[in-house]
């Protein structure tokens, strides 16, 4: 992908029009504290590359699509499905079911916690590849007001994870900051040397009918060779 391309993308994002954005299941590439409503569906589409920069072999465009139902009780639980284009072949494809509970809610002070746990369950490449699961909790706290910012604070362990995820253990971390009525700037950030190990800032925009539109770049804690720009798209039904 072209960087003027790249470029007139996020114009279109800051050109796009919108309403205020819902609670989403994660903040960017960390689990958030909210949960998609009870009979809510909420539906994504993530696309990841290293395109702009990247040479050879080494370059990536990974889609993800994602889709997350409320059940009630204040449950979510949902499927990502994950398949990455290289230009050596081999295609990595992943299925990722996941649930997520927030056991505390109080609207009025602006505080929610939940738990949860992600599985990364490998298609293709099974030889020698790891099924694992990510399993964290998380608290928020939101400040009142139509520009108050959002705080999220927490840990995760990876429970199965073979060594080419040499960190099993980190924290979780992120900030959104309302900028106007549908633009948010977010930066979450999980530590760690594993494929969660990243600081991602991104902006985000509320689009007609309850949808997001999201770009931003992730940056690994260890290896700049391991950034990636990335572009979600979510719709809530």
Partial sequence: ??????????ALILCLSGQKAFAQSTMMNAPSSDVVAAKKV????????????AQGDDRFANYLPRAVVGVGGNVEVGVNFSYTYTPVGGEPMEIQPNAKWQFYNNEGKGIAAAAGCMFIVPIT???GTDTFAQCYSVASKEFSGNYGPKFTGGGYRLIGAGA???????????YEQPLTQRLSFIVDWQSGNNRFGYISPSL???????????GG????????G???LFFFYGQQF
């Fill in 217 to 224: 770049y992730a940056i690994a804690n260890q290896g700049r």
């Fill in 204 to 214: 985000n925009l509320s689009t007609p009918r309850n949808g997001n539109l999201s």
């Fill in 226 to 228: 391991r950034n990636w």
């Fill in 1 to 10: 992908m072209k960087r003027k391309s790249l470029l007139a993308l996020m």
């Fill in 125 to 127: 490449n099974r030889a």
């Fill in 42 to 53: 909420f539906l994504e589409m993530d696309f990841i590359t290293n395109y702009a920069w």
């Fill in 164 to 174: 080419g995820e040499e960190t099993k253990t980190g924290v979780i971390a992120g």
